[in-house]
């Protein structure tokens, strides 16, 4: 397994899950990481990313101010805090790496700018 995602869950909506990915024997410093979801019937869309040359975060309108994608270089992890969570974002979760050498800013928010996935974790969202 290259990424290991973990905390998915069933929640209530308004409320929060916090998902965790990691990285088993490599150093993510300085990855690209993003974090992508997909509901059943649909195509795979852009969640968050995190730029690994700058920090900067970035995240789709759908989640933005809800979601928090942070870093933890030290414990090569990357984590998306779910507040305020909908029925709409029930989904599987996938947490993604851009390896060296690195893409431009604008692929990240594509599924093809990752060459690193983890398995998928449910988050399900119930009304």
């Known amino acids: 397994v290259q990424l290991q995602a973990s905390g998915g869950g069933l929640v209530q909506a308004g409320g929060s899950l916090r998902l965790s990915c990691a990285a088993p024997?490599?150093?993510?410093?300085?990855?690209?990481m993003g974090w992508f979801r997909q509901a059943p019937g649909k195509e795979r869309e852009f969640v968050a990313c995190?730029?690994?040359?700058?920090?900067?975060?970035y995240y789709a309108d759908s989640v933005k101010g809800r979601f928090t994608l942070s870093k933890d270089n030290a414990k090569n992890s990357v984590y998306l805090q779910m507040n305020s969570l909908k029925p709409e974002d029930t989904a599987v979760y996938y947490c993604?790496?851009?390896?060296?050498?690195?893409?431009?800013?604008?692929?990240?928010?594509?599924?093809?700018?990752?060459?690193?996935w983890g398995q998928g974790t449910q988050v399900t969202v119930s009304s």
């Open positions: 993604a790496a851009d390896t060296p050498p690195f893409i431009i800013l604008s692929e990240l928010y594509y599924t093809r700018g990752y060459d690193l």
């Open positions: 995190i730029r690994g040359t700058t920090g900067r975060t």
């Open positions: 024997g490599r150093t993510v410093s300085n990855y690209g």
